[in-house]
């Protein structure tokens, strides 16, 4: 693998609060290259936090402080937040979880999918429309033009996810933060989804890093695995490898699955260990 | 075979029976059919499983055992007793529901005390002190949580208090509609493990709702698939291990279940 896209280095969020500072990530370092990494660990991780913190997009109380990060050779902390703008979305794109929320309630689908593409790209209305189309097409939508014409509250969970999909791909960022993209969505779309994300990986060489809770996913999808545990870093490895996997925590969350070729009367509950909190964090770099 | 067949040949000592059940919502021309002649049956102590993408039908179906929607036709039978549109108090003293999301269905200004106790009330149910303080032991919390507030509690032990209030009128069957869906892994587990005890020492009958064939594979020995409102298949747990469903959108399930699979 060539030089990595991403490179940070001693990551940190906090949030100042009125009796104490929580600490949501702690000093973590990782980089991502044109691959698709994943990010697994359970609520309250830090993990979603992580992807936030790299698009500066933590609000007040929370302070991000890192050593380095680094994209594609700009210093990302040094820039203005007009400069950061003109990354957000349009080389550093981010899905979140819920579409609900992330789409403009008073707006049609399609138009805000077509602007994603003309702020981004100098095009007629007419191209943006067609891109916009096309797009949705990509994303498994049955009947685009009628999509196309929804407000999101005509749409399901399930088809809002696949429009906030669209409208982050559509101007073709070199890294795509995916915050549990597919949770919300139903297996066989699911599948979907992750292959057109894979096609970008594949194709254009963009750098995914995958945000998740779920083990099995991860460890089929993606190149490389990073398991966070209260803010850090405690293992990373191939995420074929993900089954031989150390680290007591993920070993834990591993064999608390149900799985359905191996029958057992009872799962297995993880044991939680004061002293991972107190381990160092594990450097992830490619 | 004719599914009336097959509702008659599972006839035998069944708890919960439903047959021919269609469910609509709306009205008029906007009138929507969202469960189609479906027929099953769960024998007493017995533990089935309903999976199901979202919109297939499989939450309608336990809304309406529950008496949650009332435009349905077909028999619901349970110990035996036809179910009308009007369910009476008997009839939730023999069944109860969890829900989904345990951070939605607590109230969140009535504390565990008052959530537990307010079935015992509507029931005319005394012993409610101890009563209460033994659902928070059953379900492994502890009578300490008794007086908190639902936001004071992780989404787990939430989900744990639920399970306790369908617990108050000892029901004997159980609906459960996507009970950990909402959890971590971890946590997950526990659940799953608390369901299967809460099984075995009170002889409770299990209809679970689920979209993870993995979690209905471990918690039970019957599994229908929906699919658009319909029963595509009805299988026992040991012809989906064995990868030998019939059906291809099961087949197609059972596939994404483990992992992604390039094109």
């Known amino acids: 693998m060539s030089?990595?896209?991403?490179?940070?280095?001693?990551?940190?969020?906090?949030?100042?609060?009125?009796?104490k500072v929580v600490?949501?990530?702690?000093?973590?370092?990782?980089?991502?290259g044109r691959e698709r990494i994943g990010i697994v660990g359970e609520s309250g991780s830090g993990k979603s936090m992580t992807g936030r913190a790299i698009l500066r997009l933590i609000r007040e109380p929370g302070k991000v402080k890192a050593g380095k990060i680094l994209f594609d050779g700009i210093d990302l902390q040094s820039l203005s937040e007009k400069e950061m703008?003109?990354?957000?979305?349009?080389?550093?794109?981010?899905?979140?979880?819920?579409?609900?929320?992330?789409?403009?309630?008073?707006?049609?689908?399609?138009?805000?999918?077509?602007?994603?593409y003309r702020v981004h790209n100098k095009s007629s209305k007419a191209e943006a429309k067609k891109r916009?189309?096309?797009?949705?097409?990509?994303?498994?939508?049955?009947?685009?033009?009628?999509?196309?014409?929804?407000?999101?509250?005509?749409?399901?969970?399930g088809m809002g996810q696949r429009i906030m999909i669209a409208m982050m791909l559509i101007p073709e960022p070199d890294l795509l933060i995916a915050d549990e993209p597919t949770s919300a969505?139903?297996?066989?779309?699911?599948?979907?989804?992750?292959?057109?994300?894979?096609?970008?990986?594949?194709?254009?060489?963009?750098g995914l890093i995958f945000i998740s809770h779920d083990l099995n996913l991860v460890s089929s999808f993606c190149d490389r695995v990073i398991i966070m545990y209260g803010g850090k870093i405690v293992e990373t490895c191939r995420a074929d490898e993900l089954q031989q996997a150390k680290h007591p925590y993920t070993r834990?969350?591993?064999?608390?699955?149900?799985?359905?070729?191996?029958?057992?009367?009872?799962?297995?509950?993880l044991e939680r260990d004061p002293r991972w909190q107190e381990e160092p964090s594990v450097d992830a770099f490619i | 075979m004719h599914s009336s067949e097959v509702a008659q040949q599972l006839k035998a000592d069944a708890t919960l029976e439903i047959s021919n059940l269609d469910v609509f919502f709306g009205q008029g021309m906007e009138r929507l059919q969202a469960v189609k002649d479906v027929s099953f049956s769960v024998a007493k102590g017995g533990s089935f499983g309903l999976v199901g993408e979202s919109g297939s039908g499989k939450s309608t179906v336990l809304r309406t055992i529950s008496g949650l929607v009332g435009d349905w036709k077909g028999t619901i039978n349970i110990n035996g007793k036809s179910m009308d549109y009007r369910r009476d108090r008997a009839f939730y003293k023999t069944i109860q529901m969890v829900f989904q999301d345990p951070y939605a269905s607590l109230h969140p200004r009535h504390t565990i005390d008052r959530t537990l106790s307010e079935p015992l009330i509507l029931h005319g149910v005394g012993d409610r002190d101890d009563r209460v303080d033994q659902a928070l032991l059953d379900v492994g919390l502890g009578t300490a949580f008794r007086f908190r507030y639902p936001h004071q509690l992780s989404g787990g032990q939430r989900q744990r208090v639920a399970i306790a209030r369908a617990l108050m009128l000892e029901p004997e069957i159980m609906l459960l509609d996507e009970p950990t869906s909402a959890l971590d892994v971890s946590v997950q587990a526990e659940i799953l493990n608390l369901l299967a005890d809460l099984r075995q020492n009170k002889n409770l009958t299990y209809l679970l709702v689920t979209h993870n064939l993995a979690v209905v594979a471990h918690m039970c020995e019957d599994i229908a698939v929906m699919n658009r409102g319909e029963i595509v298949e009805v299988m026992s747990v040991e012809t989906m291990r064995k990868a030998e469903p019939q059906h291809p959108y099961t087949r197609e399930l059972l596939l994404a279940s483990e992992g992604y699979v390039p094109e």
């Open chain 1, 3 to 19: 030089k990595p896209l991403l490179e940070i280095e001693d990551l940190w969020v906090r949030f100042q609060t009125k009796r």
């Open chain 1, 23 to 32: 600490e949501a990530v702690r000093g973590i370092s990782f980089s991502v």
């Open chain 1, 85 to 116: 703008r003109g990354i957000r979305g349009h080389r550093i794109s981010l899905v979140m979880q819920d579409p609900k929320f992330s789409l403009n309630p008073v707006m049609k689908v399609g138009q805000q999918i077509a602007e994603a």
């Open chain 1, 132 to 157: 916009a189309l096309k797009m949705l097409e990509a994303v498994q939508i049955r009947n685009p033009e009628r999509v196309y014409d929804s407000y999101p509250h005509e749409v399901s969970g």
């Open chain 1, 185 to 206: 969505l139903d297996v066989t779309v699911q599948m979907r989804v992750l292959q057109i994300m894979d096609k970008l990986v594949r194709d254009r060489g963009m």
């Open chain 1, 252 to 269: 834990g969350l591993l064999a608390a699955l149900p799985h359905i070729h191996s029958p057992c009367e009872r799962l297995s509950v």
